[in-house]
Nanobody
Framework: QVQVVESGGGLVQAGGSLRLSCAASGSTFGTIGWYRQAPGKQRELVAEISSGGMANSADSVKGRFAISRDYVKNTVYLQMNSLKPEDTAVYYC???????????WGQGTQVTVSS
């Protein structure tokens, strides 16, 4: 059974840092990514990392956020630095199966950045 579980959200002041974790289990995974959805806005890609370690991130977070992957723990991390109020959103992890392409979403974790 595939499970995708996020953790690490919370309330932080502007300029602060948070680290999100996404633990994927139950299969072999290809690309795993972080997305976010602010109230009234569409869900958008924040950053993703392939099974080979290739990373991609949105322009809005380049230089502030970093995605990494622990292949032993099957966990993807999103280190978020220099947080801004506009980073406030529910952050979701999406994991794609490596061999079949099916995608699984986590339940989301709230990140709130106060000004």
């Amino acid at each position: 059974q595939v499970q995708v579980v996020e953790s690490g959200g919370g309330l932080v002041q502007a300029g602060g840092s948070l680290r999100l974790s996404c633990a994927a289990s139950g299969s072999t995974f290809g690309t795993i990514g972080w997305y976010r959805q602010a109230p009234g806005k569409q869900r958008e890609l924040v950053a993703e990392i392939s099974s080979g370690g290739m990373a991609n991130s949105a322009d809005s977070v380049k230089g502030r956020f970093a995605i990494s992957r622990d292949y032993v723990k099957n966990t993807v991390y999103l280190q978020m630095n220099s947080l801004k109020p506009e980073d406030t959103a529910v952050y979701y992890c999406k994991a794609r199966l490596r061999f079949f392409g099916s995608e699984y979403w986590g339940q989301g974790t709230q990140v709130t950045v106060s000004s």
